[in-house]
């Protein structure tokens, strides 16, 4: 038999005054109204205090505390921050002693290196694909070979062999160029292949042992860099590790690294952490956000690079000027 229901009497319900009630926005979180001609730091201090705008304004605190205390921070990059005009950004904050080691994939490395050298990257795949074109540019595959050798044959790794190459030739355009800047300035510059993703593997000439060498010391090396994140002394800010645009690769790599910092003694609980990137990616959230730092420290942020990352050098400029 089907029970039968009545609306229910809702005159005896017990309610309590708002002044009694906590609450999650109040007037001095909303959105600030600049007026025409304002400066950057009144657009930045304008936004509202919530959720992504809050993230954004935690991870640009924890650079600034992390970079007076002589903490590290590393940006870990995949190759859209490249490939949509972001390099240069990037380059100022080396420059400026606020980046203080960057990683990559290889096309991170690739698009860095074909700015440097030919002021032009990233072809149409669609068009190339279809009459096997794809990919089988000589000079970038010989330029990358040459590296990789370089990189593991002498145990520098791949990212130092690029930027030393960039700035040894003096290719055009190597003031554009992340890894470049990276080796003028004397921090890590890793890379971390995958082996069969990138165009350069398919020419002959890529030696895969001397690249697994290479990619491999750029591993060990980004796992030092890990193992300092931690606080420098009891009670201190720690390093902040950026993950911008990589939605596998790099979140895999620090994940690891994190690991075995933490089974080699790095006390890492003062690390901050956080993400940007377009879209949430489940790695990234995972593996940068949720799951190495302790509860609060991981900060997500979604938006385009080519917006988010000018708002986010523009903060750190106006913040540490």
């Not at 700015?115 to 032009?120: H, R, S, T, V």
């Amino acid at each position: 038999m089907t029970k039968r229901y009545e609306p229910i009497d809702t005159s005896k319900l017990k309610t309590f005054s708002i002044g009694r009630r906590e609450h999650k926005v109040v007037l001095d979180g909303l959105a600030k109204l600049p007026e025409a001609g304002a400066s950057a730091a009144e657009l930045i201090d304008s936004l509202p205090s919530f959720l992504g705008a809050a993230h954004f304004n935690a991870v640009v605190d924890a650079i600034v505390a992390a970079r007076r205390a002589d903490r590290p921070v590393v940006f870990a990059m995949g190759a859209h921050v490249v490939k949509v005009g972001c390099g240069p950004i990037v380059v100022d904050l080396i420059r400026r002693g606020i980046v203080t080691a960057v990683a990559g994939n290889g096309a991170t490395a690739i698009h860095d290196a074909e700015l440097a050298c030919d002021g032009q990257t990233s072809e149409d795949v669609a068009e190339t694909l279809g009459d096997g074109r794809f990919g089988m540019v000589r000079e970038t595959a010989e330029f990358f070979a040459e590296a990789a050798t370089m990189g593991g044959r002498d145990g520098i790794g791949l990212g130092a062999a690029v930027g030393h190459l960039l700035v040894e030739q003096d290719r055009p355009h190597v003031d554009v160029s992340i890894l470049a800047a990276a080796h003028r300035a004397g921090i890590p510059a890793t890379i971390h292949v995958a082996v069969g993703t990138d165009t350069v593997h398919m020419h002959p000439q890529m030696d895969g042992a001397l690249l697994g060498q290479a990619t491999m010391t750029d591993f060990r090396l980004i796992c030092s860099v890990v193992a300092d994140l931690g606080a420098a002394k009891a009670g201190g800010p720690g390093g902040v590790w950026c993950n911008i645009g990589s939605a596998v690769l790099l979140p895999e790599v620090f994940l690891k690294a994190v690991a075995i910092a933490r089974n080699l003694g790095s006390d890492l609980d003062a690390m901050v952490t956080a993400n940007f990137d377009m879209l949430g990616q489940y790695r990234a959230r995972q593996n940068v956000v949720l799951r190495p730092p302790l509860p609060g420290n991981g900060h997500e942020v979604i938006g385009q690079h080519e917006i988010l990352l000018p708002l986010l050098r523009q903060a750190l400029v106006e913040k540490l000027s």
